[in-house]
């Protein structure tokens, strides 16, 4: 079974920046992967997602031009570079994959079968 480890986290403050790594199992060119985050007592939030074959990336609108999600097949390892952070911006941030055609991925996270733990997000000065 596939297995995803994020890292990359920590406290940052207010306009820094941070890149997230989540690195898989195995295979990540058979997967499209999802970034989420979720909030304390707030619901779960679409992120970012990158087709397995890294040509087609997908923001949630509000975070566009902040957030940039990038992969290394080579490396089984998918990235999300998050800048200009708020406060608003702290959570736990989780990847997520799933079988997909090569150009496809989907900013739903009820569509995604692999999660892994999560890396925490602390945005303060």
């Known amino acids: 079974q596939l297995q995803l480890v994020e890292s990359g986290g920590g406290l940052v403050q207010p306009g820094g920046s941070l890149r997230l790594s989540c690195v898989a199992s195995e295979f990540t060119d058979s997967y499209a992967i999802g970034w989420f985050r979720q909030a304390p007592g707030k619901e779960r939030e679409e992120v970012s997602c990158s087709s397995r074959s890294g040509t087609t990336a997908k923001y949630a609108d509000s975070l566009k031009g902040r957030f940039t999600i990038s992969r290394d097949n080579a490396k089984n390892t998918v990235y999300l570079e998050v800048n200009n952070l708020n406060p608003e911006d702290t959570g736990i941030y989780s990847c997520?994959?799933?079988?997909?055609?090569?150009?496809?991925?989907?900013?739903?996270?009820?569509?995604?079968?692999?999660w892994g733990q999560g890396t925490q997000v602390t945005v303060s000065s």
């Open positions: 997520a994959a799933i079988v997909a055609p090569p150009s496809t991925c989907v900013l739903k996270a009820t569509r995604y079968r692999y």
